[in-house]
């Protein structure tokens, strides 16, 4: 019998990109669209007849206009030839004298633009290039941000305009950049735009996973998908089910999911490069996977607990990052681990008191069953290690105090290694989603120590920093980071890049790492 809660999956659309040298003929866009800066609109990166008609038009629209990053404004102007064009102009905020700054800021410009003509409806959008130094890497950062804009999480609203269907929607994002002109440079503008759409769909894939309600994304439907996606895109893929995770000994995530009615289950996505060897360097992303959190026993409050859907969103990124790295092939073995459960409270559900014997042989004592997810993230972290793992980088929302911390702009970056630990944070400044480097060290080992186990999940705050400890036991000498990314993978509030909901966070930063692999498989500095 069909579940009425379990709804079908959403269908999402993808946007077109494409590449021009010139601005298109009247009547082949329906947008213009221009960075404004702080200190004026910015051509630099056009083709020269670009800059040239465009030039006569902008004062005209520009006195009002401050910059500010995410404002927009939508004018008719007259144009050099005689004619019009429907110009969008679009802040892009104080320009940044740190290269990673400003193709963040870009990314979001070209976000904002493409959401703009979403929600006016034009059809073909063409964004004239800023100047940069970089001309392929800015083109990247504007074609991850056009798709990263063109997302939307409406997917079950109905349509109340019976009209809705026939009118026209944004199909087209096309980048008017001088150096789409032939030549060596051409090619790598394009190779750039590639990577780029590549890497924010599969953000986006992962951030549909993220927005889907908790009774459509089980843990059997998340593996479902995630075979699904590896099938797709020549990705190995194997499922440890409910009772091979007990028999296994994975005392974490066997009591974390042992409350549902739904079982828990591991999933394993592997990406094999040809010509690769079991001599190989091996890099594991270990994702948390918790389905839908309630707090279980220790039972969360009911406000915003909506939100908990998303407490698998280090897991989506995790599996969004290989979907991405199957398309761009870097010459590097990863893998993902995605321990996935649902937090629940029953009869069956583990209680405060109990004691769990995780997958590494040691014991955890359960102070409070909210705080689930370093459980099952060391049984993850245990297996990558089975399987070889030379390297490893788990991401999870874990904490609230990481909140507290750092808001809402970094993820907590915790480390066992600091050469591993500067390699993923220069990753991360280069994907435009920044870390902030926390403690982690046996001088807060008195909050997970316990009275009759190996270790306690929850010793009080601060709690982003003793969950780390716990981890860091169970990844013993193997170079490894943690992200807390319980601040960056939710926005409470639309922006003018995004609507509110998942973000997509830690895909582009897991691509990030993973290219920077040399053809030997070891980690190359960034």
Known sequence: MTNPTQLS?????????????ELP????????AVCVYADGADLGGAPAAARDALASSLPDVTPDFTGEEGETLDALVADAGGGARRLLLV????????PDASFANLRRAAAAAVRHARGTRAARLAFVMPGSDDAPRAARAAAEGACHGFYENDFYQGREDEDDDERPRLAEFRLICAAAAAGDESERVRAEVERGRVVAESANWARTLADLPGASLPPREFARRAAEMASEFGLKIETLPAEEIRARGMGGLWGVGQGSDEPPALIVVRYEPEGANDSDELLAFVGKGITFDTGGISIKPAAHMEEMKSDMA????????????????????VVAIVPAAENMPSGKAIKPGDVVRTLAGYTIEVVDTDAEGRLVLVDGLAYARELGATRIVDLATLTGSVIVALGDHRAGLFGNDDEWA????????????????MPVSDDYRKQIESDIADFKNYGGRPDATAAALLLSKFAGPVPWVHLDIAATAWLEEPTAYSP????GTGVRTLVELALAADAGGAAADI
Request: hydrophobic share 45%.
């Open 9 to 21: 999956p959403p269908a999402i659309g993808a946007l077109k990109l494409s590449l021009a040298s």
């Open 25 to 32: 003929p009247h009547g082949a866009a329906d947008l213009l």
């Open 91 to 98: 802040g892009a905020g104080e320009r940044d004298e740190d």
């Open 314 to 333: 280090g897991g989506a990124a995790a599996l969004g990052a290989l979907r991405a790295l199957a398309q761009l092939k870097p010459p590097c073995h």
């Open 422 to 437: 500067a390699r993923v944070t220069r990753a991360a400044r280069r994907a435009g989603e920044p870390v902030w480097r």
């Open 500 to 503: 509110a909901g998942a973000t």
